[in-house]
């Protein structure tokens, strides 16, 4: 067990080397200079000049490299010219509301996704599963801005239930949370039923069946438990998904996130919160990843043991 | 490890076909005849958005640069100040919804057609080579895989394109900078098994080059994993591009696009729902139709990522 966290830790250290390296390349390759980004249309070429030898984009790629690497080690990105402020405190002052709405979202996916995957997987082919899993197609089908918008249109617009942009109060809360945990329960429910679909079809169900166990202790006391490792793995992946992946949506419902600070940051070329943000967003992603391996094999002792990883 | 933020994944698919209750045999017949047509009806709403893409500013007249006071948010089905009927209405500068939504299918197949090819291209490539050379090439694809899906698909997308000059060409290599992997799985996952058929260790015997032996012995048999995998690709690309221009980054503010025009309408939403409204089901419906299509190949093939 503790080499296998070594190892995932070790990989998790050369993942995030490898993300840090593909934005500074890209950041680097992106056509407009920091320093004439920075200072503006009516900046002299001496100002621009004074501006690139103070952050240094006048010495040699790699020691730029090197300097940049050891800067994102002590974990500064620079100042954002933009906020006036670090770029990583700005990043850091809208990630709360990006993690509650991701939060919210995958909460209802996995309590929705559980429920309607168990009732489809208990009896596959009844009526449950066929209209969830031709539901769940066109959930996945549909762009999510659109969805959103939809809802606005619905719940906010002609009912007046529920606000349609801005954030403070859990109503607020409510339809960009329901917008994103849609796909998503469609994800969960669909993997959820077929892992236990297969699962009903080991020998320990049926020896758990002859015993007299009713259907339900079966499927909860039996099946499920050893269903729930492919299921444990998409949450993790998805929950780093929906981190990154809840930009658009955030623009639909002006939610004061990261997603609508990074596209505000693209548009401004504002490279230094660009980077902290990709970069935050990344360390979240690998750390959920190393979270869902180690929870596996907790599931899972053969994995724990290597013989499955 | 599976690629899982796929809208329309398939391995999960399962048979409708196989539990089908006792008919009397004509009935059965008939009823087997028509589910056998169905089965083709998404491919022919395919064809026909296919059909609009290509000939599409043939049959509609429109300009993005000419706007109409006169003619702003029409309701579907009214007739505007030159004659001619607005089926799905007018947006807020008096365009046609319509127009925008035969122009928009334009835009998205030509960027996901471009975009699954790419990605097919360097997919194919890197996991022929990493399936069938193995060793350090397999552990550097690996690696490169495991840094490019830390970052959430889009928001690469969003970084890439939005940083650099808007054009059609960097939406594509946007989208691609990760559409590549999925090809790369399946191709890696096929040629590793391949390595050990007879044929192949036959080839390898008799002094075949490892090129000749990868290209005329392996790759035929990555064929159909990877045409599946296109069609899933190709949705996700669909989805993908309209996220990227309903934030407006990307493609340069003259072209047409499905998310540009959901993107326009949203300001109408409470007195002109239609704006938004149509240009998303259209592209929800093809992205339905791609993804039913995608399950009916990977059914045959078996792509198993």
């Given at each position: 067990m503790m080499r296998m966290i070594g190892r995932r830790l070790a990989l998790g250290a050369f993942v995030m080397w490898g993300c840090v390296t593909l934005i500074f390349v890209i950041v680097r390759l992106a056509p407009g200079d920091q320093a004439s980004v920075a200072l503006?249309?009516?900046?002299t070429a001496d100002e621009i000049a004074a501006a690139r030898t103070r952050l240094g984009l006048d010495e040699p790629l790699v020691v730029q490299y090197v300097s940049y690497l050891g800067r994102v080690l002590r974990l500064d990105f620079g100042e954002s010219y933009r906020l006036g402020q670090p770029a990583m405190d700005a990043v850091l002052s809208r990630f709360p509301a990006t993690l509650q709405l991701t939060v919210a979202a995958m909460a209802m996916a996995i309590v929705a996704g559980l429920i309607l995957g168990c009732l489809a997987g208990g009896r596959p082919n009844g009526v449950v599963d066929r209209v969830l899993s031709s539901t769940a197609i066109s959930l996945q089908s549909f762009p999510t801005f659109w969805v959103g918008i939809m809802l606005i249109l619905v719940?906010?617009?002609?009912?007046?239930?529920?606000?349609s942009a801005g954030s403070g109060s859990l109503s607020h809360l409510v339809l960009p949370a329901v917008t994103l945990a849609l796909p998503q329960t469609a994800i969960v429910a669909r993997l959820t039923r077929s892992s236990l679909a297969e699962s009903m079809q080991d020998g320990y169900v049926q020896t758990a069946r002859s015993k007299g166990l009713t259907e339900r202790e079966v499927l909860v006391g039996h099946a499920l438990k050893n269903s729930l490792i492919p299921v444990v793995t998409i949450i993790g992946i998805q929950t780093g998904v929906l981190l990154g992946g809840s930009v658009v949506v955030e623009n639909v419902f002006a939610w004061p996130g990261l997603g609508s600070l990074i596209v505000d940051s693209v548009a401004a070329r504002d490279y230094a919160v660009v980077q902290a943000a990709a970069l935050l967003i990344a360390g979240v992603v690998v750390v959920l990843n190393l979270l869902a391996d180690l929870t596996y094999a907790r599931l899972d002792p053969r994995i724990r043991v290597g013989a499955g990883a | 490890m599976t690629t899982t933020s796929h809208p329309v994944s398939t391995s999960v698919g399962h048979d409708a076909a196989t539990t089908t209750p006792p008919l009397p045999e004509m009935r059965r017949r008939s009823a087997r005849r028509v589910l056998g047509w169905l089965r083709f009806l998404p491919h022919a709403v395919i064809a026909g958005y296919l059909f609009l893409a290509v000939v599409g500013p043939l049959l509609v007249d429109y300009d993005p640069m000419v706007t109409s006071i006169t003619d702003?948010?029409?309701?579907?089905g009214s007739t505007t100040s030159d004659g001619s009927t607005a089926w799905l209405g007018t947006d807020g500068?008096?365009?046609d919804v319509l127009a925008q939504i035969v122009l928009g299918a334009r835009t998205s197949i030509t960027i996901a057609v471009l975009t699954v090819t790419v990605c097919a291209v360097i997919g194919i490539a890197v996991g022929l080579v990493a399936g069938y050379v193995g060793g350090w090439a397999d552990t550097v694809a690996a690696r490169l895989i495991d840094v490019l899906i830390a970052f959430p698909g889009i928001l690469l997308a969003i970084v890439i394109a939005g940083l650099f000059r808007p054009s059609i060409a960097i939406v594509v290599i946007a989208l691609s900078a990760v559409g590549w992997i999925g090809f790369a799985r399946v191709v890696r996952g096929t040629a590793l098994s391949l390595r050990e058929r007879d044929w192949v260790s036959a080839a390898r015997v008799m002094a075949v080059p490892r090129r000749s032996i990868l290209t005329r012995h392996v790759l035929p048999f990555v064929a159909g994993p990877v045409v599946a995998m296109a069609t899933l690709e190709f949705a996700l690309v669909v989805l993908a591009e309209a996220g990227l221009s309903f934030l407006?980054?990307?493609?340069?503010?003259t072209a047409v696009s499905w998310g540009q025009t959901v993107a326009a309408g949203k300001e109408y939403l409470e007195i002109a729902w239609w704006i938004s409204t149509f240009p998303g089901l259209a592209l929800a419906l093809l992205v339905v139709c791609v993804g039913l299509v995608g399950d009916q190949l990977t059914a045959r093939y078996g792509g198993k990522r």
């Open positions: 503006g249309p009516d900046a719940f906010a617009l002609h009912l007046r239930a529920l606000p | 702003r948010l029409l309701s579907p500068v008096g365009r407006g980054i990307g493609l340069p503010p």
